[in-house]
């Protein structure tokens, strides 16, 4: 096996597709170690199919727990399915659980390692995502930073450069390939009701905010008002830790939020690039929306996504109902900037990165 892809939540399937279709394209071969640490269908099993993934190779089925336990049972079974498998490369994309689990993994064993979404940096040691993604780039043999800024956070870190391509992010190649298709295929607009209205798209599952009662509630409201200032209605798709912890908080949703399942991709990817706005507290959202030219308010402190911010597509409203208000007032209407995150080519740019090779077509007799 050339390539070991190892994933485990909806973000890397989404991610990493581009690069399992340019393996089929090429003919590299390739494993897929699920971990599982997402498992319900919404999240997982939709996700392959509308992307045309085949199914895994291995399926960990580790399933949630606590974070230390999670990644250590993520990390055993990886560690088998790389001995029987001996691939050239591990990849691992982004800075869940399951990335650094399958970075620690081949870092152990004599497999390369390589990076997808290489140097991000929120520079918040409080997320757990800032610790996966500093740790997974300390142990990767290659990095794919999707931006200039992204290379010179690890260059600043001790990376050398001759490890570092910079690629553009994996999720332009997603959006090209899918976009179209979903303008023609999902009929989420008409399923939901908003066929030809004004409407903010919502998604919030980030463990600081919906873990934090008063942070949720605090996004929640500003959602709300911002909505009714602009008389739209707010759609919030919801990922089960956000579902759990409406339940664990009793919270009621303001009159402008409606929450509805966890959107499939072709449906997520329909409803956001026809918001009037989006209101996020994620990582990929963020991109999206930059990417699909709709004007982004996120929910955070901080991001490891500076560039929306800089090239004007994003601002940080925190969680405090009257910023969110404010920076939805500033940010509803703006549309013209450049997408900093490439051209659409970076799985591309990744394999040629890689010492993989096609096996050699045999010659007929
Ligand atoms: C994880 C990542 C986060 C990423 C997100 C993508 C870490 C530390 N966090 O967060 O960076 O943005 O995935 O969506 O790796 N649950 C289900 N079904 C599932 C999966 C989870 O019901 O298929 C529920 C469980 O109650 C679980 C909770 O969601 O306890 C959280 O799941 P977990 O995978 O721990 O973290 P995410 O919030 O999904
Ligand atoms: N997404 C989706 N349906 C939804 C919400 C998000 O398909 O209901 C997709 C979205 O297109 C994006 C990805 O999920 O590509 C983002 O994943 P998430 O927000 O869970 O994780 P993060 O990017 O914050 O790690």
Redesign the pocket.
């Known amino acids: 096996t050339e390539i070991a892809f190892v994933l485990g ?3 890397e399937i ?2 990493l597709a581009p690069l399992v279709q340019a393996c089929e394209r090429q003919d590299i071969e390739y494993v897929i170690v699920h971990t599982g640490q997402h498992y319900s269908d919404n ?1 997982d099993s939709v ?1 392959f199919d509308q992307l045309d993934l085949p199914d895994p190779d291995y399926d960990l089925a580790v399933g949630s727990g606590p974070h230390g336990e999670q990644t250590a049972e993520m990390l055993v079974g990886i560690e088998r399915a790389l001995d029987e498998t001996e691939p050239e490369v591990v990849l691992v994309q ?3 659980n399951s990335v650094l689990a399958g970075a620690l993994a081949a870092s152990k064993m004599d497999t390369e390692l390589g990076h997808v979404e290489a140097g991000l940096r929120s520079f918040d040691r409080e997320m757990p ?1 800032e610790t996966n993604r500093v740790l997974a780039d300390h142990a990767a043999d290659y990095h794919f930073p999707p931006t200039d800024r992204s290379k010179g956070y690890l260059l600043r870190e001790g990376v050398s450069s001759f490890r570092i391509t910079v690629t553009g992010n994996t ?1 332009v190649d ?1 959006i090209h390939r899918n976009l179209d298709i979903a303008r023609e295929k999902s009929t989420v607009l008409e399923d939901l009701g908003l066929d030809g209205s004004r409407y903010f798209l919502l ?1 919030a ?2 463990a600081e905010n919906v873990d934090d009662e008063e942070r949720f509630r605090g996004l929640l409201a500003g959602a709300h008002r911002a909505a009714e200032a602009h008389d739209a209605d707010v759609i919030y ?1 919801m ?1 089960p830790r956000s579902q759990s912890r409406v339940e664990e908080f009793d919270i009621d949703f303001p009159p402008r939020v409606r929450a509805v399942e ?4 072709l ?3 329909r409803a ?1 690039s026809s918001a009037a706005l989006i209101l ?6 963020q991109e ?1 929306a930059c990417i699909l030219g709709v004007p982004c308010v996120t929910m955070r402190d901080n991001t490891e996504r500076p560039e929306t911010v800089d090239v004007g597509a994003n601002r940080l409203s925190s969680c405090d109902p009257a910023r969110i208000e404010r920076s939805v007032r500033e940010m509803l209407g703006a549309s013209d900037w450049e997408n900093p995150f490439g051209d659409g080519d970076a799985a591309e740019r990744i394999l040629r990165a890689l010492p993989v090779t096609a096996p050699s077509k045999e010659v007929p007799q």
């Open positions: 939540t909806r973000p989404i991610k999240l996700f982004g800075d869940t995502e999720v997603a998604t599952h980030r798709p990922h966890p959107l499939e991709y449906d997520f990817l956001a996020t507290d994620s990582g990929g959202v999206e």
